[in-house]
């Protein structure tokens, strides 16, 4: 079954237009990548299904309701969480505040201590550093202090946008293994990446967007072995 | 001075500084959130101190429209004022949603939000002045209760003269501060806010209602200016309906005082604020209005973030 369901999906900045006619579903259980150039329109679509982003045309259905025209808390409550491009961690509030925003939509105390100690066993630079605002953290720090507080809300559905970014190799490798875990324990994973490669071996699906419209998509396993997205994105 | 002349005027300036403190947080608070001046809160402390004493006295005088009506509701003055401040709040609640969002949802210039709420500042005043008329309205001097009006000591030999009223709002404030500064750094909502203050769209992918956490800020707002207005109205009595304009404009030299956006810095500038009015010899007690923005201006070229503001390089 579908948990997102995007058909016909058209996007606008002011006159430019960012993505056109896109369709893309992501079943419950799975791991779907969504790779493309720079510009290609994969941050802006995950902003739409965040509800950040007016949706010009088409619709959004999330867990068997349409979404289109939801307020963005709205879908946070309904199970939608989102780690957004680049650093967007609350730079003046601790990295503890940060992780119990995450989890603002929840209300059970004691679950939400329990995945806090989760969060810092992942992670544990960033039990270090809790009491830290998390302004002064390093640059992989907040990327890994962002990845965890989108999981603090247990979404149903977990968007990651390039969360490799300013990564090094090894934390890459860790991160990869635990968004393998997540979805392992149940999670639904839409994963954007500049890292193909990885993020396509990790995955059960990909589809490819080049100039706001899905190109190709199938199996990851079977677009790995395809000379045209071999070509363009995993460097021949 | 004396010892004496000095600690009357610490006491006078603490006092009134208290109530500058919680009346420019109003202004703090709105321009954390949306960045924005809310010229209406002026308008607001006004109202409240009317509310309060509808409330607690409404005995009208002879002009307006409820020229020689007595109310005689006779509420206790603790919970005349609380309701008086809540009432406050929500016009404040109302001023947002008439004044300020629709402006917001259009993407207008903050300029116009700006004149916008200068015109529900006129509208609120000409209220006023059309129920009740332009004259002063006192509180009765027993308003706290039976208590002693003031309270004498003595130091080296001179009397220093503390009016319990001074006394009783400075407490009020004080609770009012701590209960503040305990919302907003441990509670939900608290954190909430600071988030949206930080970064909006960080703020709703959390799950947070800006919207509401915007009614929220706005509420508490009106609360602090209407709980100023009725303090200063007990201490002084309330001198029309332009009563607010000269408190919202020292309000506004508080927070450019303190650092705009700085809680702390509110508190601080009124305090400082306060003192400086109280520390103006009795001859030139009328330029005490200007001995504000003097200061202020003085500071300003030393510290042009204000005390205890953030310097724009860091914000940037
Ligand atoms: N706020 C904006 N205003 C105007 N145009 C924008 C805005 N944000 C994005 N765009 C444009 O929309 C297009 C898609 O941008 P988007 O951020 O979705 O790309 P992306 O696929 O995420 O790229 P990257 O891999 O570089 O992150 C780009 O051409 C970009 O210039
Ligand atoms: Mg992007």
Redesign the interface.
């Known amino acids: 079954m579908a948990l997102l369901e995007l058909k016909n999906l058209s996007i606008n900045y002011g006159a430019i237009q960012a993505v056109r006619c896109l369709d893309l579903e992501v079943n419950t259980g799975e791991v779907v990548t969504l790779i493309g150039a720079n510009g290609a329109g994969k941050s802006t679509t995950l902003r739409a299904v965040s509800r950040l982003l007016k949706v010009r045309e088409g619709s959004i259905h999330f867990d068997g309701r349409e979404i289109t025209r939801q307020a963005p808390d709205a879908v946070v409550r309904m199970g939608i969480a989102q780690s957004p491009e680049g650093r967007q961690v609350l730079a003046r509030q601790s990295v503890l505040d940060n992780l119990e925003l995450g989890a603002y939509v929840r209300k059970d105390r004691a679950g939400i201590k329990s995945d806090i100690a989760k969060m810092f066993q992942l992670f544990p630079r960033l039990e270090e550093r809790k009491q830290q605002s998390a302004g002064t953290l390093s640059g992989g720090e907040q990327q890994m202090l962002a990845i965890a507080r989108a999981m603090m809300s247990r979404p149903k559905l977990l968007m990651l946008d390039e969360p490799s970014l300013g990564l090094a190799p090894l934390i890459v490798l860790e991160i990869f293994s635990i968004i393998r875990n997540l979805n392992a324990e149940g999670t639904t994973i839409l994963l954007v990446e500049q890292n193909a490669k990885l993020a396509m071996q990790h995955s059960h699906r990909t589809y490819v967007l080049e100039a706001g419209q899905i190109t190709f998509s199938g199996l990851s396993h079977e677009l790995l072995l395809d000379e045209r997205v071999l070509q363009a994105y995993l460097g021949g | 001075m004396t010892t004496a002349q000095f600690l009357q005027n610490l006491l006078n300036g603490i006092s009134i500084g208290s109530v500058y403190a919680i009346f420019a947080l109003g202004y703090t608070l709105v321009f954390s959130i949306l960045g924005i001046i809310n010229f209406a809160h002026g308008a607001i402390f006004t109202l409240g101190a009317y509310f309060t004493y509808t409330l607690a006295v409404g005995q009208f005088g002879i002009n307006g429209l409820l020229s020689g009506l007595n109310l005689d509701l006779q509420v206790p003055f603790a919970l005349s004022l609380l309701i008086g401040a809540v009432l406050a709040g929500l016009v404040g609640v109302l001023l947002e949603r008439l004044a300020f969002k629709p402006l917001r949802t259009r993407g207008a210039d903050s300029l116009l939000a700006l004149v916008s709420s200068l015109g529900v500042a006129l509208v609120i005043v000409n209220a006023i002045q059309y129920l009740v008329g332009a004259e002063i309205y006192t509180f009765p001097s027993q308003v706290y209760g039976d208590i002693k009006p003031a309270i004498m000591f003595e130091i080296s030999g001179q009397p220093v003269v503390v009016r319990t009223v001074q006394v009783i709002i400075f407490a009020v404030c004080m609770v009012i501060l701590a209960l503040l500064g305990y919302v907003i750094s441990f509670t939900?909502i608290g954190?909430?806010l600071?988030?949206v203050a930080?970064?909006q769209?960080?703020a709703?992918?959390?799950?947070?209602?800006?919207?509401r956490i915007i009614l929220v800020t706005f509420f508490m707002s009106g609360f602090l200016g209407g709980l100023a207005g009725t303090l200063v109205g007990t201490s002084f009595g309330i001198a029309g309906p332009y009563f607010g304009v000269t408190y919202g404009l020292k309000g506004l030299a508080v927070i450019v005082l303190g650092g705009l956006g700085s809680i702390p810095g509110a508190v601080l500038g009124g305090i400082v604020i306060g003192l400086a009015e109280a520390f103006v010899p009795p001859d030139y007690s009328a330029y005490k209005e200007a001995v504000a923005f003097a200061f202020l201006f003085i500071v300003l070229l030393v510290r042009p973030q204000g005390l205890l503001g953030r310097s724009l390089i860091q914000k940037v």
């Open positions: 939900r954190k909430a600071q988030a930080e970064n769209t960080t709703s992918l959390l799950g947070i209602s800006v919207d």
